[in-house]
């Protein structure tokens, strides 16, 4: 700790870096479920690789991101 009792970074600083990874951890984890289903429903035949493109332009569309 710097100055004797304080901590280097105030508490709320502390937090909201804490909740930001957080998040990110959350978001690349369901990235990944997403994927990790698309895949188990292709092979099952259930989805078929056209609907599946067109689900993730239609994801990308909804995040601002352009193909």
Do not use: F, W
Not at 31 to 40: D, F, T, W
């Amino acid at each position: 700790m710097a100055k004797g009792d304080e901590p280097d970074m105030p508490q709320k600083d502390v937090e909201r870096r804490k909740h930001k990874r957080v998040s990110s951890l959350y978001s690349e984890d369901l990235e990944c479920r997403s994927r990790n289903l698309e895949l188990a429903l292709i092979s099952k035949k259930i989805l078929t690789k056209e609907q599946s493109k067109v689900g993730g332009q239609e994801q990308q569309k909804k995040n601002g991101i352009c193909c």
